[in-house]
């Protein structure tokens, strides 16, 4: 099994940062893509960022592109989410996870328990 921890998030003014870090415990393996996710009430969750294994590609959903960047530290089994120019939209619960490298939640086999981000106007 695999544990994910998600920690970073909070309540931000349009405009700011915030950076999202993601633990990894348990049977990890630095052999597993990984990515973070995001979720709204009332809506699905829908993909934020994707990185490779070894953290030499990522892609990135549209609407993060060129504010958002996703990266890994293998040695210290760490996930991170660096946020920048938030907007309101953004507010979210953004989730981690492990699995493997693609873009829809069925792709992933482990998930954090989620971290709120808040990005008011």
């Known amino acids: 099994q695999v544990q994910l921890v998600e920690s970073g998030g909070g309540l931000v003014q349009a405009g700011g940062s915030l950076r999202l870090s993601c633990a990894a415990s348990?049977?990890?393996?630095?052999?597993?893509?990984m990515g973070w996710f995001r979720q709204v009430p009332g809506k699905e969750r829908e993909f934020v960022a994707g990185i490779t294994e070894s953290g030499g590609v990522a892609r990135y959903a549209d609407f993060v592109r060129g504010r958002f960047t996703i990266s890994r530290d293998n040695a210290k089994s760490t996930l991170y989410l660096q946020m920048n120019r938030l907007k309101p939209e953004d507010t979210a619960v953004y989730y981690c996870?492990?699995?493997?490298?693609?873009?829809?939640?069925?792709?992933?086999?482990?998930w954090g328990q989620g971290t709120q981000v808040t990005v008011s106007s």
């Open positions: 996870a492990q699995g493997h490298w693609g873009m829809k939640e069925r792709e992933y086999d482990y």
């Open positions: 348990g049977r990890t393996s630095s052999s597993s893509a």
